[in-house]
């Protein structure tokens, strides 16, 4: 049975490289507040050198894809894994704000690139094992995020510093991706000999895009609001103000780890429509009965909504016949992390005028979108 282990060990390979891409944004992100302590920012600041991160994975969106089929995923999985995890110590090691702003530049541009490589990756292994995993890899990063999270907390508490912590996780970080290395494979050739990387999409790419687009922008309006809208909902009850945004994360990470069994079962645009429905369900839920319980339960089944979309998003846009896997993929994680990036703050504008919890209906609208969007998902195919 050696081509089975092979194969066990080729998915573990690149399941890792998923598992320790999330780790390391967590990583980055439990440490904002000493980071911005450091610095002695202002909200003001920190937002600024925040926006340094999505401008440079803005900036890495008009070529990742090319250069992911020029040098291929494995290689730019590897390159890509070993400089985040450089640029993480390095954020540590900053000694000035402007140091600061242009190492989260390049860690918001190598992100894009680990981003649209891995993906790229992991579809090459799913044809190569004729098995879908591609939802289980990005349960990956969840629980990787998940477990850096935790990590960090008791880092912190054990008095670890910012640069102590960066540095253990770096090392062990380029070890598994040197490690892992060795069992990534070389891309399929694109059966289309005329598939090219720059190329106008076409109506299917740009239905996969919409719909990318609506649960990316759902994702960041329950990641940065989730919270604010529990606590304003709980009032002085004796309950944490995250535990509405726990069941939606941890929720999409279970519904990601069962998203490979659901696309073998059902047909994808039953998934997409099931997805879409869970999330304007959970938002009616937890927007027309704000009672604790009926948010969290709202909450748990948007984060199901989400789990899965754009995992199955990915491998249809794969499959195109027009454009190279990785240049399709650009494609549809442009316009999908366009929408992460304008959720939050349209939140934030329209709960000005309106309050939040009238603003929210928006997530409830994107998934109606999602439903009807995935129902000309097999016309398009």
């Known amino acids: 049975m050696p081509v089975q282990k092979n194969s066990s060990l080729i998915r573990l390979s690149i399941s890792l490289y998923f598992y320790f891409l999330g780790f390391i944004f967590s990583s980055w ?37 090319w250069l992911v089929h020029k040098l291929g995923s494995r290689t730019m999985s590897i390159a890509s894994a070993l400089t985040y995890t450089i640029l993480l110590y390095a954020i540590a ?25 891995m993906n ?5 292994i799913q044809h190569k094992i004729q098995k ?17 999270a935790a990590i960090t907390g008791w880092m912190i508490k054990a008095g670890y510093s910012t640069s ?23 891309d399929e050739i694109v059966d289309d000999v005329t598939a090219k990387v720059f190329v106008l999409p076409n109506k299917k790419l740009i239905l996969l895009g919409m719909i990318c687009f609506c649960v990316a922008m759902s994702e960041g309006a329950m990641t940065d609001w989730s919270s604010l809208y529990f606590r304003q909902i709980i009032h002085k009850l004796n309950t944490v103000s995250t535990t509405g945004y726990t069941a939606f994360a941890m929720c999409m990470a279970l519904g990601r780890l069962m998203g490979d069994k659901l696309v073998q079962s059902f047909k994808h645009s039953t998934v ?51 454009m190279a896997p990785s240049a399709a993929l650009s494609a549809v994680s442009s316009v999908g992390f366009t929408g992460f990036l304008i959720g939050p703050p349209s939140i934030g504008f329209i709960a000005h005028e309106v309050g ?18 995935s129902s000309k998902v097999k016309t398009a195919d």
């Open 272 to 322: 997409l429509k099931t997805n879409g429905f869970l999330i304007l369900i959970g938002m009616i839920l937890s927007l027309s009965m704000t009672y604790p319980a009926t948010v969290i339960i709202g909450f748990a089944l948007v984060g199901f909504g989400t789990s899965s979309v754009i995992p199955i998003v990915y491998m249809l846009a794969a499959k195109t016949k027009e």
């Open 120 to 124: 790229t990756q992991g579809i090459s």
């Open 29 to 65: 992100a439990s440490r904002i507040p000493q980071i911005k302590d450091k610095f002695n920012l202002n909200e003001a600041e920190l937002g600024g050198v925040l926006f340094m991160l999505p401008l440079g994975a803005l900036a890495a969106l008009p070529f990742s894809g």
């Open 356 to 373: 939040l919890r009238s603003a929210l209906i928006i997530v409830a609208f994107l998934g109606s979108m999602i439903y009807l969007l």
């Open 164 to 186: 102590q912590h960066f540095m253990i996780v770096s090392i062990l970080t380029i070890l598994v991706v040197l490690i892992g290395a060795f069992f990534l494979i070389p």
């Open 93 to 117: 090691m900053a000694d000035s704000i402007l140091a600061l702003s242009i190492i989260l530049f390049g860690f918001g541009l190598i992100g894009n690139f680990g981003n649209i490589s």
């Open 132 to 148: 879908p995993i591609l939802s289980s890899l990005h349960a990956m990063w969840s629980i990787g995020a998940f477990s850096a």
